[in-house]
C-alpha cells in the first residue's frame, strides 16, 4: 500500500514558468511533509520541509502549500531554472512517537527545465 | 565538514553471492538510516540506528538483509545469497537525532545483482 502518492512522474518546464508537484498522504499521524531534491548520482538533500500548522511556506524560489482536509501537499517553484531540473521526492513521517524518523516517500518526479 | 559517504560506489555481484555495504555518518550524528531505491521508485526504508538503542529492523525485506552499527559510528549492511530483485541503490542517510531532524544522505551504493 502505497502511502504517500506523487505526481506528476515527469514535468518539463520552460525556464521562467512555473513547476508544481502534487503529493497526497493516507496516514493522519504523519505530521512532517519535507521534499528532497536529487541530482543523477547524488543522495537526496533536503529542500524545504512544513508542518501542518500551518498552510505554506516559502524559501526563495521554492513554496510548499499544504492542505490538511484532504491531506494535500505540493511543491512550487517560480522562475524555474535549468539548473532546477533535477528529481524531487515529497516524504512524510510522524511528528513524535513511534515511527517518528521512518519517512514514507513518493515516487519521484523527474523535472526537466528547457531553456 | 564532510558529509556520509558510502562504500563501494558501485557493485557487481552474482546472484547467490553476499555483498557488504559501508555507510560513514557525519561525525556527531546519533542517528543512522537505510533506505533502498529501486529505479523510478521512492525510497524504501530498511533499518533505523540511535544511538545505543536496539535498531529499528521493520523495514528489512527479508532475513538475508542485516545490518550493524558500531557505537555511533561505521555500518554495514549484509545482503547474503543475492537475488537479482536485490538490484538497487542502497542509500544511508545520519541526522543529528533521531525523529524529524534533517537526514543527510550519502551518493548511494548501486548494486547489480547478475
Known amino acids: 500500500q502505497q502511502q504517500v502518492k506523487q505526481s506528476p512522474q515527469s514535468l518539463i518546464v520552460q525556464k521562467g514558468g512555473i513547476s508544481i508537484i502534487n503529493c497526497a498522504y493516507e496516514?493522519?499521524?504523519?505530521?512532517?511533509f519535507p521534499w528532497y531534491q536529487q541530482f543523477p548520482g547524488k543522495g537526496p538533500a533536503l529542500l524545504i520541509a512544513?508542518?501542518?500548522?500551518?498552510s505554506e511556506k516559502k524559501e526563495g524560489r521554492f513554496t510548499i502549500s499544504f492542505n490538511k482536509s484532504a491531506k494535500q501537499f505540493s511543491l512550487h517553484i517560480m522562475d524555474s531554472q535549468p539548473g532546477d531540473s533535477a528529481t524531487y521526492f515529497c516524504?512524510?513521517?510522524?511528528?513524535?512517537?513511534?515511527?517518528?524518523?521512518?519517512?514514507?516517500f513518493g515516487k519521484g518526479t523527474k523535472l526537466s527545465v528547457i531553456p | 565538514g564532510a558529509g556520509v559517504s558510502q562504500s563501494p560506489s558501485n557493485k557487481v555481484t552474482e546472484k547467490g553471492k553476499d555483498v557488504e555495504l559501508r555507510c560513514d555518518p557525519i561525525?556527531?550524528?546519533?542517528?543512522l538510516y537505510w533506505y533502498r531505491q529501486r529505479l523510478g521508485q521512492g525510497l524504501e526504508f530498511l533499518i533505523y540506528f540511535q544511538g545505543n538503542s536496539a535498531p529499528d529492523k521493520s523495514g528489512l525485506p527479508s532475513d538475508r538483509f542485516s545490518a550493524e552499527r558500531t557505537g555511533e559510528s561505521v555500518s554495514t549492511l549484509t545482503i547474503q545469497r543475492t537475488q537479482q530483485e536485490d538490484s538497487a541503490v542502497y542509500l544511508c542517510?545520519?541526522?543529528?537525532?533521531?525523529?524529524?531532524?534533517?537526514?543527510?544522505f550519502g551518493p548511494g551504493t548501486r548494486l547489480t545483482v547478475t
Open positions: 496516514n493522519t499521524a504523519f505530521d512532517y
Open positions: 512544513i508542518r501542518p500548522d500551518v
Open positions: 516524504a512524510a513521517s510522524p511528528r513524535s512517537g513511534a515511527g517518528s524518523y521512518q519517512l514514507t
Open positions: 542517510a545520519s541526522s543529528f537525532r533521531g525523529g524529524n531532524y534533517e537526514q543527510y
Open positions: 561525525s556527531g550524528h546519533t542517528a
